[in-house]
């Protein structure tokens, strides 16, 4: 059984900066590709960054590409995203998720596991 669990998110003024962390347990961490999520009220999940298991190689969607940096943590399973310069646009759950063998990172449904979520909220 894999857990992930988020912390880290929060009310913060735009152009501000959060860092969301999320721990993985039960399972090799180093077996996952990692990827963040978000969904905001009455819109579909959206992918926000990936990064791959192999070789960490990042992948990030185009509206937070140069705001936002995923890292992982081998030693500790633990996989972070670094919000910064936010925006009202930004607010949403953020979910953090983990999977084998991914075709398209982009894509929630490659992902098994899912964390409960954190809620991120920008205000303007």
């Known amino acids: 059984q894999v857990q992930l669990v988020e912390s880290g998110g929060g009310l913060v003024q735009a152009g501000g900066s959060l860092r969301l962390s999320c721990v993985v347990s039960?399972?090799?961490?180093?077996?996952?590709?990692m990827g963040w999520f978000r969904q905001a009220p009455g819109k579909e999940r959206e992918f926000v960054a990936a990064v791959r298991r192999s070789d960490g190689m990042t992948y990030y969607s185009d509206s937070v590409k140069g705001r936002f940096t995923i890292s992982r943590d081998n030693a500790k399973d633990t996989v972070a995203l670094q919000m910064n310069s936010l925006k009202p646009e930004d607010t949403a759950v953020y979910y953090c998720a983990a999977a084998i063998g991914v075709s398209n990172y982009y894509l929630p449904q490659w992902y098994r596991y899912w964390g409960q979520g954190t809620q991120v909220t920008v205000s303007s």
């Open positions: 039960g399972r090799t961490f180093n077996n996952y590709d």
